[in-house]
């Protein structure tokens, strides 16, 4: 008999690849960018348990080629090629490491520019990253993941891979309020499966913030009771191309639209009631201000109304706002500026 494993035994580290050094060693599509990572990058990421192991289902081409002469399959006219396809990993994670949502906020727009530990902006253009296969000139914008498996000869090891969707939210009623996490990470490369002996720079849990550290609730410049809050970045990427005697990807492109979409769910007083004229009716944009100016700070300055449902609950009336992020008129505002420190 052979031994058995529980899901909540693995456990994962994700690090920044040192994309910029001028190293091949980090370089974009590089298998040894866990050995060569951003100094202090690598976090042991408490996802929630059990894990969720890479999804291995779109890495495939598959194809049954009926062939003349025959009503039956022949193993033959099976074509099940592997490496020429795309690999996932889905995350959902209570944030408790400032480190680790850090590095999400960064890998979803690594031209930021700025100093993370204070805030960062989501400006209008969204310049992208150079994602060629090779590249190790440009802004570091790439991930590995680690998954650590209890029989260690089995690691699951992904490179080069790109945060391509991040989710941040908040309720009142769930989690103590904490801020929680996910998303979806995504590679053009095989993973590896091997014995890796690489270790987080950090495990400590030193953040823990949420809904009821937010002093400040604003919406459409009034004062909001908000019960819950849930922000979508999206940023997606595509492989494009092929490369080597595998048929792995020679790089990424981003070539869809950075969008930021969300909802806010908040008191239905007299102050939001004629806010639902205003900004949703009138097709007018509302600014949106959430949090404290220490640790945890959402500020989005034109985001326009797609939508408001009403919950007629015992606690009182509530209703909940979706949102797009907009760049304002004229095209040339920010799109959200967050701080999480």
């Not at 599509?29 to 951003?38: I, K, L, S």
């Not at 291995?56 to 022949?74: K, N, P, W």
């Not at 969300?262 to 007018?284: P, V, Y």
Request: glycine share 10%; proline share 2%.
């Amino acid at each position: 008999m052979a031994k058995a494993f529980s899901g909540r035994e693995f456990s994962v580290i994700v690090g920044i690849a040192d994309n910029n050094t001028g190293s091949s060693l980090g370089a974009v599509g590089a298998d040894t960018q866990d050995a060569n990572a951003v100094s202090g990058s690598k976090v042991l990421m408490r996802v929630d348990s059990p894990v969720n192991m890479f999804d291995y289902s779109a890495s495939y081409q598959r194809a049954e080629i009926a062939r003349a002469g025959t009503r039956t399959i022949r193993s033959l006219d099976i074509i099940n090629h592997y490496g020429s396809g795309v690999w996932t990993w889905d995350f959902n994670w209570l944030v408790d490491n400032e480190k680790g949502i850090q590095n999400l906020l960064h890998l979803m727009h690594p031209l930021h520019g700025d100093t993370i530990t204070t805030s960062i902006t989501y400006d209008g253009t969204i310049a992208p990253a150079n994602y060629e296969h090779g590249n190790d000139s440009d802004e570091d914008k790439c991930a590995f993941i680690i998954i650590q498996n209890p029989l260690t000869t089995r690691d699951h090891y992904m490179h080069s891979a790109i945060l391509q969707e991040l989710t941040l939210s908040m309720d009142a009623g769930t989690d103590g309020g904490a801020l929680r996490a996910s998303g979806q990470f995504m590679s053009g490369y095989k993973p590896t499966i091997e014995s890796n002996g690489v270790t987080a720079d950090t495990s400590a849990s030193d953040y823990a913030k949420g809904l009821f550290d937010c002093t400040t609730s604003t919406f459409g410049g009034d004062a909001a009771v908000v019960k819950s809050f849930s922000l979508t970045l999206s940023n997606p990427a595509n492989r494009i191309g092929y490369q080597g005697a595998e048929g792995e990807t020679d790089g990424y492109v981003r070539s869809g639209n950075f969008g930021i979409t969300g909802s806010i769910t908040m008191k239905s007083d007299s102050l939001q009631q004629i806010n639902d004229d205003t900004f949703w009716k009138a097709n007018a944009t509302a600014v949106i201000g959430l949090g404290n100016t220490a640790s945890l700070h959402f500020a989005l300055a034109a985001v326009n109304v797609s939508n408001i449902s009403y919950d007629m609950a015992e606690e009182g009336a509530f209703q909940t706002v979706d949102f797009v992020a907009t760049s304002g008129t004229a095209g040339t505002g920010d799109l959200a500026v967050l701080k999480i420190t």
